[in-house]
């Protein structure tokens, strides 16, 4: 990257090159400043880029000289608040619900829904009985599970990690 000594403009290599009508002016590849400063440009450096927290972005910073040199900085803009929320409760909630999913499955179900079918069907008492339970259990979870999201939102706790919050989650009692 290059940048215009006067109005700080930033160009690649393609748009370079183009800058003069004159075939006489031929820039290589890796052109330095004192070929450049001839026509009002030096070689651009970038800071090393910030790392990003999820839904952070980077924008072009401040473009300064140092020891001769030239430099961009970067920016990092923060994620929109609204953003992080919605990607948070997306998670947390994805969560969940495969931790409903799976327990159902390990019980021999295709899924929560399935399980929860049972609950009203009064035919085989066991899966009847695994239906209610499988209903309570999921009730629990999702009542603890949005709780928990409001505290965490409202500042009344830390969000904790996804493996940690799935361990605080009501247990699972099915009858035998």
């Given amino acids: ?7 700080r403009e930033v160009i690649d290599f393609t748009e370079l090159s183009k800058l003069h009508s004159d075939p006489m002016v031929l820039f290589p590849p890796d052109v330095g400043n004192e070929a450049l400063l001839d026509h009002g440009y030096v070689v651009l ?3 090393a880029k910030p790392a990003l927290k999820p839904l952070e972005t980077l924008q072009a910073g401040e ?3 140092e020891d001769g040199h030239w430099y961009r900085a970067w920016n990092v803009v923060p994620a929109d608040p609204e953003q992080v929320i919605a990607a948070v409760t997306s998670n947390f909630e994805q969560a969940t619900q495969s931790h409903l999913n799976s327990a159902a499955v390990a019980a021999g179900y ?3 829904s399935t399980a929860v079918s049972y609950a ?4 085989v008492p066991k ?21 928990q999201l409001a ?6 706790r830390e969000q904790p990690t996804v493996e940690g919050f799935l361990l605080e989650l009501p247990a699972l009692e099915l009858p035998s």
């Fill in 120 to 123: 009203e069907e009064p035919a």
């Fill in 151 to 156: 505290l965490v939102l409202a500042g009344g």
């Fill in 1 to 7: 990257m290059y940048v215009n000594i006067e109005t």
């Fill in 110 to 112: 295709d899924d929560i």
């Fill in 63 to 65: 473009i300064r000289t």
């Fill in 45 to 47: 450096e970038e800071d």
């Fill in 127 to 147: 899966f009847q009985n695994d239906g209610k339970a499988f209903r309570a259990w999921r009730s629990l979870v999702w009542a603890y599970a949005y709780e």
